[in-house]
């Protein structure tokens, strides 16, 4: 088995392990809407438990009531809470450094040059790989991916298991939709405002409701296109570092090319969180030699899932 250089070794990890909150931080500032999440403060770490809770409260207390003098009051037990629970999902990067390239960069600094390469590759890819995996419909790679907004906010609401919770008989835990195919008409750039108005009325519960549009390239094209002639274009710069935005009804909407392009979210990024292990937030971990191979490799995990607390005020437009 080849002898890894430690003092090689040691700086690949040290440096690494620097790295890791810078590197969980560019991640969230990648996307707009792990943006939002982060600076509502719903990345929210956990340290452990078989799987993700949320609490969620699904019906009212049933013990309130309009009584009338001596008017026997009820005391009967009311079922007001439950939780949903969510898998954990694990995801890694390696950065590797073979011995051929150990000896070409031969020194402390060259390998410092040639380390920053590679974490900047290694940062690329995570970004990209949670960025798609925000639309993800908890089925990719055999499962094991994160349950995106395909999952949580589903194109069928009437069925499917979401955090544990049947939605075909619990109305509660159903997200709003609206089907153009069904409904009508033809979605297009003159008929996407009813459907957007038509899924606000459907999500809004008093002072509650979407703050948070995202759509694929055909849907938000149609909306681009509705909204220019009015000239009410402005910049999202109130937090989600730069990304633009238009504005409707109290709600920012973005365009992410990992979104389908006939689809449209309308989230309530209150519920909607992203659930990190205290432990696995890409972190570094022990450089490792492999036996048959001259090679040194850091391997830098990550573990979590998108959660969600309350799926009746989040929406979907699709045809």
Excluded at 140 to 165: C, W
Aim: charged share 20%; net charge negative.
């Amino acid at each position: 088995m080849p002898i890894p250089n430690t003092d090689y070794t040691e700086l690949i990890t040290t440096t690494l392990d620097n790295y890791r909150d810078e590197l969980a931080d560019n991640i969230l500032n990648h996307n707009p809407l792990l943006a939002r999440l982060n600076k509502k403060g719903n990345v929210d770490p956990a340290s452990g438990g078989a799987r993700l809770l949320e609490n969620l409260m699904y019906a009212e207390n049933g013990t309130a009531l309009w009584y009338s003098g001596y008017e026997q009051l009820s005391t009967d037990a009311s079922d007001t809470l439950t939780s949903a629970a969510f898998d954990w999902k694990q995801f890694n990067v390696m950065v590797t450094m073979s011995g051929l390239e150990e000896l070409q960069n031969n020194g402390k600094y060259a390998v410092f040059n040639w380390l920053k390469s590679r974490i900047r590759v290694a940062e690329i890819t995570a970004k990209n790989a949670i960025a798609a995996a925000l639309f993800f419909s908890n089925t990719e790679n055999g499962g094991k991916s994160i349950g995106g907004l395909q999952h949580l906010v589903a194109d069928l609401p009437t069925s499917g298991i979401v955090g544990g919770i049947d939605s075909a008989g619990q109305l509660w835990w159903r997200n709003q939709i609206y089907d153009f195919s069904t409904e009508g008409p033809t979605a297009s750039a003159t008929t996407i405002t009813h459907a957007m108005n038509e899924i606000h009325r459907r999500t809004i519960r008093g002072t509650d409701h979407v703050d948070f549009w995202v759509a694929g390239g055909t849907y938000f094209t149609f909306f681009e296109e509705s909204m220019q002639p009015n000239q009410r274009f402005m910049s999202s710069s109130r937090g989600e570092t730069g990304f633009e935005s238009y504005r409707y009804k109290g709600g920012d909407v973005f365009f992410d090319e990992n979104c389908s392009a006939t689809r449209m979210y309308a989230l309530n990024t209150d519920y909607i969180f992203l659930r990190p292990h205290t432990d696995r937030n890409f972190i570094t971990m022990k450089e490792r030699t492999p036996t048959n191979q001259d090679a040194t490799i850091v391997p830098m995990f990550w573990a979590g899932n998108m959660t969600v607390s309350n799926r009746s005020l989040q929406g979907l437009i699709l045809a």
